[in-house]
């Protein structure tokens, strides 16, 4: 059984930084892309960050400059560093692994909630 743990989510005030851990289980972590989502109330899930099997890095403009999204394969951990926080950035985070070859093997964690407010 395939499962992604989310972890490091929680309150801080703006300005403030916030690390979140993704460790994979199930799965061969260096064959996945891994990613990392956020869906805001009453807004659609979107890309924050991916890193692929070979450690290329794309961010959404949102995050550029601000977040970097790590991984660790000997961990199959896939880390999100997030920094300069903003009340804009509130919302659920979720990870995703995608298999290099295969996108039935499409996988998300039960996401955790960042909450950027003074």
């Known amino acids: 059984q395939v499962q992604l743990v989310e972890s490091g989510g929680g309150l801080v005030q703006p300005g403030g930084s916030l690390r979140l851990s993704c460790t994979a289980d199930g799965i061969i972590f260096a064959n996945h892309n891994m990613g990392w989502y956020r869906q805001a109330p009453g807004k659609q899930r979107e890309l924050v960050a991916v890193i692929t099997t070979g450690s290329s890095t794309n961010h959404a403009d949102s995050a550029k400059g601000r977040f970097t999204i790590t991984r660790d394969n000997a961990k199959n951990t896939v880390y999100l560093q997030m920094n300069s926080l903003k009340p804009e950035d509130t919302a659920v985070y979720y990870c995703?692994?995608?298999?290099?070859?295969?996108?039935?093997?499409?996988?998300w964690g039960q996401g955790t909630q960042v909450t950027v407010s003074s």
């Open positions: 995703n692994a995608a298999h290099l070859f295969s996108t039935a093997h499409n996988y």
